[in-house]
């Protein structure tokens, strides 16, 4: 398997544009989720799917933030409008219950925003 | 509020010294524990995993101890070698629930 793939792996965009972020989990996995990086605050969980159904959302930022997962191979997450403040390491990462070793992370996608 | 903490952003160790990288949790709920393993421009990888039925789980050089009283756990590496060098995160889940709450992360420098 090719593991967690995500694309791109760099983004630079200008603020206002909208930013899609895409995300293919291991074939097999039920579980999936967004993660955002930043110094200030590491790893931080924004939305998380089982079964392609949103379970926990809570921590999406705002409402400029929007995820969703059409099939159980692919899931997106959008800024729009973007913000400097946006700017961080966004990694998915799947899973399957009942595995011992938590999650697979993708490589991740920088996004800087200017 | 930080439910899990890493209260130390970076540790420097000798080659063949042992590793301690400590982690802290205040969330009675958490109920399994992980330690993933991150080098730049990399996503985390797990590392090694401790259930908190046990107190000890060892994998060839790394051993995670946890103190469930304390609410703090820790993970050793002996011997440290170079490519140890990497950021560590502590992980915790609990209550059922499938989501991880990670730590800010300490980043490890095994010096040759």
């Known amino acids: 398997d090719a593991g967690v793939i995500q694309s791109p792996r760099h983004e630079v965009t200008e603020m206002g544009q909208e930013v899609t972020l895409r995300c293919k989990p291991i074939s097999g996995h039920n579980s999936l989720f967004w993660y955002r990086q930043t110094m200030m605050r590491g790893l931080e969980l924004l939305i998380y799917f089982n079964n392609n159904v949103p379970i926990d959302d809570s921590g999406m930022p705002e409402d400029r933030f929007s995820a969703k997962m059409p099939n159980a191979s692919f899931s997106t997450l959008k800024i729009q409008p973007s913000e400097p403040r946006d700017s961080a390491v966004y990694f998915c990462?799947?899973?399957?219950?009942?595995?011992?070793?938590?999650?697979?992370f993708g490589s991740g996608t920088r996004l800087t925003v200017v | 509020d930080q439910q899990v903490k890493q209260n130390s952003p970076s540790l420097s160790v000798q080659e063949g010294r042992i590793s301690i990288l400590n982690c802290d949790y205040t969330n009675s709920m958490f109920d399994y524990f992980l330690w993933y393993k991150k080098y730049p421009a990399e996503g985390p990888t797990f590392l090694i995993s401790?259930?908190?039925?046990?107190d000890k789980n060892e994998d060839g050089r790394f051993t995670v101890f946890l103190n469930k009283s304390a609410k703090h756990l820790s993970l050793h590496i002996v011997p440290s070698q170079p490519g140890d060098s990497a950021v560590y995160f502590c992980?915790?889940?609990?209550?059922?629930?499938?989501?991880?709450?990670f730590g800010k992360g300490t980043k490890l420098t095994v010096n040759p």
């Open positions: 401790i259930s908190s039925i046990k």
């Open positions: 992980a915790a889940s609990g209550g059922g629930s499938e989501k991880l709450v």
């Open positions: 990462a799947s899973s399957s219950r009942g595995q011992d070793y938590g999650y697979t």
